[in-house]
Nanobody, 115 residues
Framework: QVQLVESGGGLVQAGGSLRLSCAASGSTLSIYDRGWYRQAPGKQRELVAT???????NYADSVKGRFTISRDNAKNTVYLQMNSLKPEDTAVYYC?????????WGKGTLVTVSA
């Protein structure tokens, strides 16, 4: 069992930055691939960025060049550095850790970007 706790959300003006954190607790955490998803009001949840257990990263086209996903294995934490934020980035951001068919989600953290 893996428990995920996100933090770092909040209100920021367009052009600003935020860093989200997702701290995990549990066993054999190093085997998990990790990612961030987001869900805006009235929209489906969408992929933002992923980082595999081997360190490979992938980004949605909408955030490439602005967001960076990283991890600290010693702290069992994955981060999402978000720069040049836009109002359309407003959403609840969810942390996801997965391994084969095993999937864990955090409860989400709200990011609001004002124009």
């Amino acid at each position: 069992q893996v428990q995920l706790v996100e933090s770092g959300g909040g209100l920021v003006q367009a052009g600003g930055s935020l860093r989200l954190s997702c701290a995990a607790s549990g066993s054999t955490l190093s085997i998990y691939d990790r990612g961030w998803y987001r869900q805006a009001p009235g929209k489906q949840r969408e992929l933002v960025a992923t980082i595999t257990s081997g360190g490979s990263t992938n980004y949605a086209d909408s955030v490439k060049g602005r967001f960076t996903i990283s991890r600290d294995n010693a702290k069992n934490t994955v981060y999402l550095q978000m720069n040049s934020l836009k109002p359309e980035d407003t959403a609840v951001y969810y942390c996801n850790w997965w391994y084969k068919t095993i999937n864990y989600w955090g409860k989400g953290t709200l990011v609001t970007v004002s124009a």
